[in-house]
Structures are given as structure tokens and as C-alpha cells.
């Protein structure tokens, strides 16, 4: 069966400290795959997808980058965290044409 | 541009009652329309979904609405448990389309 890792499960960050967080996935190959950020009680905001190695697609311009270096490894990276990077940050990861997005348990960030 | 609208932010209901949040799209490219459910701290998970073909779909106490004219689909879930006490998000995609759109979540709590 597919499993999706997500680490840490919270983080508490200074303000301008860098940033890593990691998603990988087990079970499945060439997933889609997914950063999402939700601030304190809000919806799903789409930060960064990816179809394949290397592959990164950017939906909301900020300080915060992804990598795909391997097929089932996707990270979430900021050189300097700002306050407003805040927040509850989860990872996905979809079959391809299935339409069916599988979410990690998710990081809780807080820039401080 | 907010996508997928998703009405109302919070809701009470009591055990026992019926819980319907609504959402209406724009984009009529859409079609397929997952609600997702999501308990505290953890990642949403997949409830239960549709595709325009049908009007309704039904899983247990978990009903879907579907009005392709109007641009809306619903949940309603009979019969609501304080277990089904979490927040739900509506989302539409296309089947060929890269990512899903979330709508901003409801906040549902069943009181015993």
C-alpha cells in the first residue's frame, strides 16, 4: 500500500533561519506531487506541484522554493523564513490521471 | 480569483441532524468534484466524490448534490455524529488538469 511521510511535525523557527521541510512517498511511482500551505483556520493554498524529477511548478510567488531530486522525494525550502511563512504546511501526492490527492500529516510552522 | 466558493464558514448542527455545506465553481472546464474531510492537526483525507455525469452520489450518511446548470454541487451528511465534527473542504479539478482547487473549508460541529 502507498504511504506518505512528512517531517517534522512542527517547527518552531526564527525569523531569517533557513528552511527544509521533507515529504517522501512508499508504494507508488512517478506521483504527482504537492505543497500546500493552510494558515490558522483557512483553506488550501497550492504552493508548488511537480510531475516529475526536477520538475517544479510554482503557483504563488514568495521566498519559499521546492525540489523533486528523487521520484518520490519532494522538499520544501526557504533561505530566510519570514513571519508570515507561518503556518500548517502539507504535502500530497496523486497517481497520475486519478484525481485523488493523498495528504501527509502535515508541518506546523511557526516563524517566530 | 477564488474558484470554488464554499458557503458557510462554520456550522452547528445537532446529533442527529443534517449538515449541508454548499460550493459553486466558475470554471465549467471542471469536471470532478471531491469533498475532503479534515480533523484537527491531521491532513485532509478524501470523503467522497463526483464527476458531472450524475446529479447525485451516495456513500453511507455522505451525500453529494451535483447541479451542473447552476455551477454548484453540496454535501449533506444525514444523521450527523460528533465524530463527523471536523472542517470539510469542497474541490473541483479537470480529469486531464494538474492540480485540485480548494474552496476555503467549513468548520462543522455536531453537538451531542
Known amino acids: 500500500s502507498q504511504t506518505i511521510h512528512q517531517w517534522p511535525a512542527t517547527l518552531v523557527q526564527p525569523v531569517g533561519s533557513p528552511l527544509s521541510l521533507e515529504c517522501t512517498v512508499e508504494g507508488t511511482s512517478n506521483p504527482n506531487l504537492y505543497w500546500y500551505r493552510q494558515a490558522a483556520g483557512r483553506g488550501l493554498q497550492l504552493l508548488f506541484y511537480s510531475v516529475g524529477i526536477g520538475q517544479i511548478s510554482s503557483e504563488v510567488p514568495q521566498n519559499l522554493s521546492a525540489s523533486r531530486p528523487q521520484d518520490r522525494q519532494f522538499i520544501l525550502s526557504s533561505k530566510k523564513l519570514l513571519l508570515s511563512d507561518s503556518g500548517f504546511y502539507l504535502c500530497a501526492w496523486e497517481a497520475r490521471r486519478k484525481n485523488i490527492q493523498y495528504f501527509g500529516a502535515g508541518t506546523r510552522l511557526s516563524v517566530l | 480569483q477564488q474558484q470554488v466558493k464554499q458557503s458557510p464558514q462554520s456550522l452547528i448542527v445537532q446529533k442527529g441532524g443534517i449538515s449541508i455545506i454548499n460550493c459553486a465553481y466558475e470554471?465549467?472546464?471542471?469536471?470532478?468534484f471531491p469533498w475532503y474531510q479534515q480533523f484537527p492537526g491531521k491532513g485532509p483525507a478524501l470523503l467522497i466524490a463526483i464527476r458531472p455525469d450524475v446529479s447525485e452520489k451516495k456513500e453511507g450518511r455522505f451525500t453529494i448534490s451535483f447541479n451542473k446548470s447552476a455551477k454548484q454541487f453540496s454535501l449533506h451528511i444525514m444523521d450527523s455524529q460528533p465524530g463527523d465534527s471536523a472542517t470539510y473542504f469542497c474541490?473541483?479539478?479537470?480529469?486531464?488538469?494538474?492540480?485540485?482547487?480548494f474552496g476555503s473549508g467549513t468548520r462543522l460541529q455536531v453537538q451531542p
Open positions: 474541490a473541483a479539478s479537470t480529469v486531464s488538469g494538474r492540480a485540485l482547487t
Open positions: 470554471n465549467t472546464a471542471f469536471d470532478y
